[in-house]
């Protein structure tokens, strides 16, 4: 099992930057695909970025050239760096990571409670 604990949500103006931070912990041997989706009010959760165990990035249109998604295997942590913000970049972001219990097992998805972001002046 692994828990997902998201940080760094807030309220920013246009044009703000803010840094979320995801901890995951638990029993896993390791993290696979890491993440991050996001759900507005009245939308449905889309995946904003994700990064490969080898740190391989991938980014929805909206967000290239503005976010940054990293991680750091040996703290089992995933950060998504967030500048130029805009109003509707408002949302709830939520943390996911891909787990193993072994070596070359199945990844199991989980999924963190969520960070609320606000850009608004």
């Known amino acids: 099992q692994v828990q997902l604990v998201e940080s760094g949500g807030g309220l920013v103006q246009p044009g703000g930057s803010l840094r979320l931070s995801c901890a995951a912990s638990?029993?896993?041997?390791?993290?696979?695909?890491m993440g991050w989706y996001r759900q507005a009010p009245g939308n449905q959760r889309e995946l904003v970025a994700s990064i490969t165990g080898g740190g391989n990035p991938n980014y929805i249109d909206s967000v290239k050239g503005r976010f940054t998604i990293s991680r750091d295997n040996a703290k089992n942590m995933v950060y998504l760096e967030m500048n130029s913000l805009k109003p509707e970049d408002t949302a709830v972001y939520y943390c996911y990571a891909g787990a193993a219990r072994y070596i070359s097992s199945p990844t199991v998805n989980y999924w963190g409670k969520g960070t609320l972001v606000t850009v608004s002046s």
């Open positions: 638990g029993t896993f041997f390791s993290l696979r695909v």
